[in-house]
């Protein structure tokens, strides 16, 4: 068992439907993770009906008044930009980022979450009222967790104490070795790989879910996929970690030594959709994941640069390879790839990723 604790990487995945859920419902915990697009706070706007003193202000802090300006087919909310001191954030607002509602459009593809952890709820916009007010769904059967800019949606009761410990362990974290990286994600799951420069047993990648107790110190991992060169008999059981806020180290603290990875707005980051993961490490590695469950699930660990100016990655000297996935990144080892990295969205080769990790704003 002690050698999984010198794989593990990152990422959302094997995620699954609970039926008797609306269609919403569904499509949140389906996918299962967010980001806040901005928060709604009261402001009394001068001549403005109460029903329209709020003011939504974005994640950047540009703040807009609510049905400021005339609404239109395009802009069914009416921002108007306006120079006010941030109000108190009383909800906070995400987009489906899909046409869930089937009106073939996203006008409406929006949920509102109470910021009051103590009475939390939540709400779909369903449409605009014939005075003009938003018209929302029936509250939402929901749990969610939110940190930072990031949302954790759940099935009710299926955030838990062991879920709530997980997020001590939520980030990148590197071996002191250099070969092994791992990371965990707030909704339960993780990817791990392993790989080194001469022994290639047990080398490769690792998914699942985890849980860990703090009060313990006992991590229990669950196997979803296997590499193809990974030990199928891996061991049922839990192990024990010791870890503050920088570091993690595994047994009873003289095993393996383990470092937390900064977070930073940066290419330098973990990067992930919901069956592919890449982590371009801040000391030139690559690694890519591809476990959706497919014939080419895989494991890659190369080489890269990247240039600032141009956007591009260029690929070096692959490291390691299961050549399982067929379609991976190292298809020519010194050919460069178009990297367009817009904010928290990272379009690589023909994968079109999100930032896993998000700097608090």
Same mark, same amino acid.
């Given at each position: 068992?002690?050698?999984?604790?010198?794989?593990?990487?990152?990422?959302t995945?094997?995620?699954?439907?609970?039926y008797?859920?609306?269609?919403?419902e569904?499509?949140?915990?389906?996918q299962?993770?967010?980001t806040i697009?901005?928060?709604?706070g009261?402001?009394?706007?001068s001549?403005a009906?109460?029903?329209?003193?709020?003011?939504?202000?974005?994640s950047k802090?540009?703040?807009?008044q609510?049905q400021?300006n005339?609404?239109?087919?395009?802009?069914?909310f009416?921002?108007?930009?306006?120079?006010?001191a941030?109000?108190t954030?009383?909800?906070y607002m995400?987009?489906?980022?899909?046409?869930?509602?089937g009106d073939g459009n996203q006008k409406?593809d929006?949920?509102?979450?109470?910021?009051n952890?103590?009475?939390?709820?939540?709400?779909?916009?369903?449409g605009?009222?014939?005075?003009?007010?938003?018209?929302?769904?029936?509250?939402?059967?929901?749990?969610?967790?939110?940190?930072?800019?990031?949302?954790t949606?759940?099935?009710?009761?299926?955030?838990?104490?062991s879920?709530?410990?997980?997020a001590?362990?939520?980030?990148?974290?590197?071996?002191i070795?250099?070969?092994?990286t791992?990371?965990?994600?707030? %909704?339960? =799951?993780?990817?791990?790989?392993?790989?080194s420069d001469d022994?290639? *047993?047990? !080398? #490769?990648a690792?998914?699942?879910? $985890?849980r860990?107790?703090?009060?313990?110190?006992?991590?229990?991992l669950?196997m979803?996929?296997?590499?193809?060169n990974?030990?199928?008999?891996?061991p %049922?059981? =839990?192990?024990?970690?010791i870890?503050?806020?920088y570091?993690?180290? *595994?047994? !009873? #603290?003289?095993?393996?030594?383990? $470092?937390?990875?900064?977070v930073?707005?940066?290419?330098?980051?973990?990067?992930?959709?919901?069956?592919n993961?890449?982590?371009l490490l801040?000391?030139?590695?690559?690694?890519y994941?591809?476990?959706d469950g497919g014939?080419?699930d895989g494991?890659?660990? #190369?080489s890269?640069?990247y240039n600032?100016?141009?956007?591009?990655?260029?690929?070096?000297?692959?490291?390691?390879?299961?050549?399982?996935?067929?379609?991976g990144?190292y298809?020519?080892s010194?050919?460069?790839?178009s990297?367009l990295?817009n904010?928290?969205t990272?379009v690589?080769?023909?994968l079109?990723?999100e930032?896993?990790?998000?700097?608090s704003?």
């Amino acid at each position: 068992m002690q050698y999984l604790v010198k794989l593990l990487t990152t990422i959302t995945l094997f995620s699954s439907f609970v039926y008797g859920y609306t269609v919403t419902e569904d499509a949140l915990m389906s996918q299962k993770k967010y980001t806040i697009s901005g928060t709604f706070g009261q402001h009394d706007f001068s001549g403005a009906e109460s029903a329209f003193d709020w003011a939504f202000t974005t994640s950047k802090g540009t703040s807009y008044q609510l049905q400021g300006n005339a609404p239109t087919d395009s802009d069914v909310f009416g921002w108007k930009e306006v120079s006010i001191a941030t109000p108190t954030p009383a909800w906070y607002m995400f987009s489906l980022g899909s046409d869930v509602d089937g009106d073939g459009n996203q006008k409406f593809d929006w949920v509102l979450l109470s910021t009051n952890e103590s009475k939390k709820s939540a709400y779909k916009l369903a449409g605009v009222a014939g005075n003009g007010t938003f018209e929302y769904s029936s509250k939402l059967n929901i749990d969610y967790r939110v940190s930072g800019s990031s949302i954790t949606i759940a099935k009710i009761g299926g955030l838990d104490d062991s879920t709530a410990d997980g997020a001590l362990l939520v980030g990148n974290w590197a071996g002191i070795e250099g070969y092994n990286t791992f990371s965990f994600f707030e %909704d339960g =799951s993780f990817i791990a790989t392993r790989y080194s420069d001469d022994e290639k *047993t047990n !080398d #490769g990648a690792v998914a699942g879910t $985890y849980r860990y107790e703090s009060s313990t110190g006992q991590l229990w991992l669950d196997m979803d996929y296997i590499g193809s060169n990974l030990d199928e008999n891996i061991p %049922d059981e =839990s192990i024990t970690i010791i870890i503050d806020a920088y570091s993690m180290r *595994t047994g !009873d #603290g003289e095993d393996e030594l383990y $470092y937390r990875q900064p977070v930073s707005n940066s290419i330098e980051a973990t990067w992930h959709d919901t069956s592919n993961i890449v982590m371009l490490l801040d000391d030139g590695r690559l690694l890519y994941v591809e476990a959706d469950g497919g014939s080419g699930d895989g494991f890659e660990a #190369g080489s890269y640069t990247y240039n600032s100016s141009s956007k591009e990655i260029r690929l070096g000297a692959v490291i390691y390879d299961d050549s399982v996935s067929a379609n991976g990144l190292y298809g020519s080892s010194s050919s460069s790839i178009s990297a367009l990295l817009n904010g928290n969205t990272l379009v690589l080769k023909n994968l079109m990723l999100e930032r896993a990790f998000i700097v608090s704003p």
